[in-house]
């Protein structure tokens, strides 16, 4: 289940045009300061082999904000950042506030929370736009983890084999450049019909790119 050139041209293509004018502009007015993100790329994978993928990029440990998904195409959403990387984030978020942080405190939980919310709402809307049905928010965390335990708690909990849709994420704000992750998870049948809806947009978009 390994996306084609094609597929994965058309969804970064469409996520950029999605989330470049009301997800952007509204983390922009949380923030009271320009926000631009970008999507450098998109990947899936057996869930299984998540962690070998981010052996460089996610040694530390992450922040997540974590939303369980029901309805009749349940999964995972998850927003993860680096564990240093959320404090420089939380600190660009904040930076008409003071004194930055050098570690993550309640306050800048809830500052990323409120961020991922924005982030993963847009990205469960295009999720349900792909697979043709509304998706339902069932419970939500955020949490501090090593990734690879992160991984295991998203395997160990199901009996059926899981995938992940891999979204690198890029924040340009205050003249930085911060990396994130966006992760859909979920078995065969949810993560067929988005290969659908991905194939159809490939189709859509033809010869013109989105981009």
């Given at each position: 289940?390994?996306?084609?050139?094609?597929?994965?041209d058309a969804l970064v293509g469409f996520m950029n045009l999605i989330l470049s004018r009301r997800t952007a502009t509204a983390l922009s007015?949380?923030?009271?300061?320009?926000?631009?993100?970008?999507?450098?790329?998109?990947?899936?994978?057996?869930?299984?082999?998540?962690?070998?993928?981010?052996?460089?990029?996610?040694?530390?440990?992450?922040?997540?904000?974590?939303?369980?998904?029901?309805?009749?195409?349940?999964?995972?959403?998850?927003?993860?950042?680096?564990?240093?990387?959320?404090?420089?984030?939380?600190?660009?978020?904040?930076?008409?506030?003071?004194?930055?942080?050098?570690?993550?405190?309640?306050?800048?939980?809830?500052?990323?929370?409120?961020?991922?919310?924005?982030?993963?709402?847009?990205?469960?809307?295009?999720?349900?736009?792909?697979?043709?049905?509304?998706?339902?928010?069932?419970?939500?965390?955020?949490?501090?983890?090593?990734?690879?335990?992160?991984?295991?708690?998203?395997?160990?909990?199901?009996d059926e084999i899981r995938y992940v849709l891999i979204v690198d994420l890029t924040f340009l704000l205050c003249d930085n450049s911060v990396?994130?992750?966006?992760?859909?998870?979920?078995?065969?049948?949810?993560?067929?019909?988005?290969?659908r809806g991905i194939e159809a947009l490939g189709n859509l978009a033809g010869s013109k790119s989105w981009r």
């Open positions: 289940m390994l996306l084609t050139q094609k597929q994965e007015d949380l923030i009271q300061s320009p926000v631009v993100l970008e999507v450098s790329g998109i990947s899936l994978y057996p869930l299984s082999k998540c962690a070998a993928e981010f052996t460089d990029t996610l040694k530390n440990d992450v922040a997540s904000i974590h939303q369980t998904l029901s309805g009749p195409h349940p999964g995972d959403c998850l927003m993860l950042l680096d564990y240093y990387v959320a404090v420089m984030l939380t600190n660009l978020l904040c930076k008409r506030l003071g004194q930055p942080i050098v570690q993550l405190n309640v306050s800048a939980c809830e500052v990323l929370t409120e961020m991922g919310n924005i982030l993963l709402g847009s990205f469960v809307r295009i999720l349900g736009n792909l697979m043709g049905g509304s998706i339902t928010i069932s419970d939500q965390l955020f949490s501090i983890d090593p990734f690879d335990e992160l991984v295991n708690s998203l395997i160990v909990e199901h990396p994130g992750h966006l992760l859909f998870v979920s078995g065969v049948m949810p993560l067929s019909c988005a290969i």
